[in-house]
T-cell receptor, first 118, second 114 residues
């Protein structure tokens, strides 16, 4: 069974601070994908990044960066110099690979609500 | 460029009433999903479909039925609504290929059962 744990329920930071959102996952698959989605107050789900289990390179996109470590089953997300527009709920998710039922469904964590205070 | 469209966006039902939520995608995706989002619970899978004419149960299927008569549409039905089904419902779709696993989500349907 797959499981995604986002231990931080809510985080508040002051604008321009850096913040890291933690994500720990469990899976028996050797091939899998990890995702981060953003849900702003307007409610829609915005795709941020996809990472497959064979690619442990860290990725940077502007102020966003992701650190994938298979040894600790973690896929953490860092926002540098946070802005008020970053305020949202962030979800980490896992998609099965080669040993699942073939549905490639996403298993979500419970989300971390980030509040950036001006 | 519609992507995934959910209808309706908001609905209030009385306990025991029935309704159908419609999800339509114009990307020719094979896979479609219905999730529900509850406070502090993340998104949980209700039902999914891997192709036209096929459906399967997810993590929380009780009280819901689905149909996929056309590839582009995935319907979620509540036969007898209960207050426990008050939630935000999201539909998603994706390509069948594992190498293209980004799921595209609709805008959500906020359902209140009173």
């Amino acid at each position: 069974a797959q499981k995604v744990t986002q231990a931080q329920t809510e985080i508040s930071v002051v604008e321009k601070e850096d913040v890291t959102l933690d994500c720990v996952y469990e899976t028996r698959d050797t091939t899998y994908y990890l995702f981060w989605y953003k849900q702003p107050p307007s409610g829609e789900l915005v795709f941020l990044i996809r990472r497959n289990s064979f690619d442990e390179q860290n990725e940077i996109s502007g102020r966003y960066s992701w650190n994938f470590q298979k040894s600790t089953s973690s896929f953490n997300f860092t926002i540098t110099a946070s802005q008020v527009v970053d305020s949202a709920v962030y979800f980490c998710a896992l998609s099965e690979g080669d040993s699942g039922a073939g549905s490639y469904q996403l298993t979500f964590g419970k989300g971390t609500k980030l509040s950036v205070i001006p | 460029n519609a992507g995934v469209t959910q209808t309706p966006k908001f609905r209030v039902l009385k306990t025991g009433q029935s309704m159908t939520l419609l999800c339509a995608q114009d990307m020719n995706h094979e896979y479609m999903y219905w999730y529900r989002q509850d406070p502090g619970m993340g998104l949980r899978l209700i039902h999914y479909s891997v192709g036209e004419g096929t459906t399967a149960k997810g993590e929380v299927p009780d009280g819901y039925n689905v149909s996929r008569l056309k590839k582009q549409n995935f319907l979620l039905g509540l036969e007898s609504a209960a207050p426990s089904q008050t939630s935000v419902y999201f539909c998603a779709s994706k390509w069948a290929s594992f190498m293209n696993t980004e799921a595209f989500f609709g805008q959500g349907t906020r359902l209140t059962v009173v």
